[in-house]
């Protein structure tokens, strides 16, 4: 079965001409059922608002189709698509619990197949009210939340040498010089920006909510790639033995050894990053939420598979009959025995 695996909440969005929002921004990673990423595929979706329960009365739905980009990410407006039953304006917020069910081809068909199921919560409401608590008398709600969100936008100037990045929540310009040998190409997510200067064995980082550039080296004869993991960076040096995070949070770069043999892939979503040693015989976490690494051990003779979740990791061990969850709350791993003469599948359900 095709699954999609949510990367964000539901954010109203202002539209032209609208005074009270009339949409509600989603974002989403599609992944196959081997938990892979639909990359550069269209995939086609059904959203379906719900009246009271996760079964009730369809109030409205429409469809889209839409590109993912290299990590399977898309984005799309709920309201924005093309309608099949009712109207996204006639839904009426305020009566009763409303759920939004989401179903995906990832063929880019209409064969759709149903992903899941989820409440919404606070947000969708407010375009009932009309007006947020503590906005100033005049003040549309579509004025007040054009006003709580920003985008950065950032450059690089390519004669000069230099990276750009405008923040606008400060409102100002900041550069980070690198080599003029470079081409540099900038990566963006959630208003951080980075990018990598292998002349300088350095990799570069834009932290929006710090408003500061961090840079962190690397090994002269590495290579490496900026992997995204929504808002945060990570790269791995295997020349060095190690994998390093950039925490926009913080605006610092954190590092995490593993064995000089081994060669880790690096998995990222939702802000935290996971890989396996298994020269080392250990899974490494490192969470968005606390900024730091964790690990868990597995037996030698076991091969876990990495399973990546909203922020968490899991893996079974069959050697060990053990299954190990890297808990994101707490930053820790916990572990459940099950019994030696089973071989469990582990799945996952996201919330």
């Given at each position: ?7 964000s ?51 409205y739905t ?28 006639g ?20 064969n ?27 003040n ?80 002269a ?69 606390t ?7 597995f037996?030698?003779?076991s091969s876990?598979?990495l ?17 190990y ?9 916990v ?17």
């Amino acid at each position: 079965m095709k699954k999609l695996l949510l990367l964000s909440a539901l954010f109203i969005t202002s539209l032209i001409f609208a005074q009270i929002p009339q949409g509600i921004s989603y974002q989403a990673i599609a992944l196959n059922g081997s938990g892979n990423a639909v990359a550069n595929s269209n995939v086609g979706l059904r959203l379906s608002v719900l009246n009271t329960s996760a079964t009730g009365t369809v109030l409205y739905t429409e469809t889209h189709t839409k590109m993912t980009n290299a990590q399977g990410l898309f984005n799309l407006v709920i309201g924005q698509g093309t309608p099949t039953t009712g109207t996204f304006a006639g839904i009426t917020w305020a009566n009763g619990s409303k759920f939004l069910k989401v179903e995906m081809d990832a063929a880019g068909g209409t064969n759709y197949t149903l992903v899941g199921t989820t409440q919404l919560l606070s947000v969708p409401y407010a375009m009932a009210a009309g007006t947020l608590a503590g906005a100033t008398a005049g003040n549309s709600l579509a004025d007040v939340v054009q006003e709580s969100q920003y985008t950065n936008f950032g450059f690089i100037d390519y004669s000069a040498n230099k990276a750009y990045v405008f923040n606008a929540m400060t409102g100002t310009w900041s550069n980070q010089p690198y080599s003029a040998s470079e081409s540099p190409e900038m990566t963006a997510t959630e208003g951080n920006f980075a990018f990598v200067d292998y002349t300088a064995h350095k990799a570069y980082a834009f932290s929006g909510a710090a408003g500061t550039w961090s840079s962190q080296t690397f090994s002269a004869s590495a290579s490496p790639s900026i992997t995204l993991s929504k808002g945060n960076f990570g790269f791995i040096d295997y020349d060095g033995a190690k994998v390093y995070v950039f925490n926009s949070k913080t605006g610092t770069w954190s590092n995490q050894p593993f064995n000089a043999s081994a060669s880790p892939e690096l998995s990222g979503n939702y802000g935290a990053f996971g890989f396996v040693d298994y020269s080392a015989n250990k899974a490494y976490a490192f969470s968005a939420k606390t900024g730091t690494w964790a690990n868990q051990s597995f037996n030698a003779s076991s091969s876990p598979e990495l399973l990546v979740g909203i922020g968490s990791f899991a893996f079974l061990d069959y050697s060990d009959n053990k299954a190990y969850v890297f808990n994101a709350a707490t930053a820790t791993w916990v572990s459940q025995t099950f019994n030696g003469s089973s071989s469990p599948d582990l799945s996952q359900s996201d919330n």
